[in-house]
């Protein structure tokens, strides 16, 4: 029988389909351009083939393509018939993830990665800040991010997409030594990956490297296909540091080209969360953010993301909201927060509203009571600093400067905040 790169079994006697099919899982994790377009060569060359299925319905999941998702995994589904126990039980575990039954999908696909390590496409869903751990809500994600990552490491050895995972989750959990190490090898392995190449330029960020940061990124994105489906996101990185050097009419360019709600292709999920983020860091910076901007993200979030339930995202519609006014989108948040960091979602909620209505104080009572776990929401630490400098404007709004720049000293003494914050330049 044929095997992946990964060494496990693939059913189908096509050898075109299943280098089809590698070529495809390889292009999802490195997030380079065509992904649809490998797994449909493999389909084409196998019809029967329901790993090239299930690998489209994933890589539509990632992509928040939801009814395609769902109708590759029925085609995949149909095709079960003759694979193997580990084929069908990865089918049927991304099923659980694409319709929704994400507490379920965890506990099995670390039942399922405890017996098939190798198993790349469900070993992936647990890895960065983004997949079943990452969005867990539980408090300590990233030590469980590293504890898992760090278990599978004498699995995967020199893997180029493995190390590229470890050296996240180090970072993530502070070891930024480490995490250089393993993102260097990753890239040397690799140099093409983009998602090596995200996590090379968050190091740059932890470690307050903004010149060298947005040269890297810079060099890198300016080849990235804008079709790839990190595109947006690596964008977010580019605008941030045109920010951070002052350029300003850059970042609005970047925004507006590759970041803001007008790029429908992009995953929901970045357009969302990287356009509130960087409209807010921009206001903070000083920078005149146009209420329009601020409706345009709002009526985004409330149309892709209408009932709370994924926080990450909950937390920037709720910022979005509370910035362009809209009151009653705002309360569905504050109200109808789900999941295990509903609490810090409506914490954060309310202290939106508080700092849209004016009153920093409340605003800064209501953020203390929950920053101490913020991890909680998901995403990156470089992702969450804007509620760091959320706090800090509160701070600022209360008269509170020194505190302000005490607690952006205390929570991120390696990088300068004075360009953050227009309040501390004074």
């Not at 993301?305 to 362009?324: C, E, N, Q, R, T």
Request: with cysteine; charged share 20%; aromatic share 8%.
């Amino acid at each position: 029988m044929l095997k992946d790169r990964y060494g496990s079994d693939v059913t189908t006697q096509s050898q075109s389909a299943r280098d089809a099919y590698v070529d495809g899982v390889d292009r999802l994790l490195a997030a380079s351009d065509d992904v649809e377009g490998a797994f449909r060569a493999a389909i084409a060359a196998d019809d029967g083939f329901a790993m090239a299925r299930i690998g489209l319905a994933r890589y539509f999941q990632l992509c928040g393509r939801g009814a395609e998702a769902r109708a590759a995994l029925a085609e995949a589904r149909d095709r079960v018939g003759g694979v193997t126990t580990r084929e069908a039980a990865q089918i049927d575990i991304l099923g659980d993830m694409i319709e929704g039954r994400v507490a379920q999908a965890y506990g099995r696909v670390r039942a399922h990665v405890a017996d098939h390590p190798r198993d790349v496409l469900l070993a992936q869903s647990c890895t960065s800040v983004f997949g079943l751990i990452g969005f867990s809500g539980q408090p300590g994600r990233e030590a469980e991010q590293l504890a898992y990552t760090t278990v599978l490491a004498p699995q995967y050895g020199e893997d180029w997409w493995f190390l590229c995972q470890h050296a996240f989750a180090q970072m993530e959990a502070g070891q930024t030594g480490p995490a250089a190490d393993n993102i260097e090898r990753a890239l040397a392995l690799k140099p093409d990956s983009a998602h090596s190449a995200h996590v090379r330029a968050h190091l740059y960020y932890e470690n307050g490297e903004t010149e060298a940061g947005f040269d890297y990124i810079h060099g890198f994105w300016s080849e990235y296909p804008e079709t790839a489906y990190l595109h947006c996101h690596m964008s977010w990185h580019v605008a941030l540091w045109a920010l951070a050097r002052g350029e300003v009419a850059q970042m609005w360019s970047v925004f507006d080209r590759s970041v803001g709600p007008q790029r429908s292709a992009a995953p929901p999920l970045n357009v969302l969360t990287d356009s509130a983020a960087l409209l807010y860091r921009a206001a903070a910076a000083g920078v005149e953010v146009a209420p329009e901007r601020w409706r345009q993200v709002s009526d985004y979030a409330a149309r892709m993301f209408p009932k709370p339930g994924l926080a990450f995202a909950d937390v920037h519609a709720a910022l979005a909201h509370a910035m362009s006014g809209q009151t009653e989108r705002l309360e569905t948040v504050i109200d109808g927060a789900k999941g295990p960091a509903a609490p810090v979602v409506s914490a954060l909620a309310q202290s939106f509203r508080a700092l849209a209505a004016q009153d920093p104080g409340q605003a800064v009572q209501l953020m203390t009571g929950v920053m101490s776990e913020h991890e909680r929401i998901g995403g990156s630490r470089a992702q969450r600093d804007v509620l760091e400098i959320a706090l800090v404007s509160a701070l600022l709004g209360a008269g509170c400067v020194e505190e302000a720049r005490r607690c952006l000293d205390l929570r991120r003494p390696h990088t300068a905040h004075d360009h953050a914050v227009a309040g501390l330049q004074h």
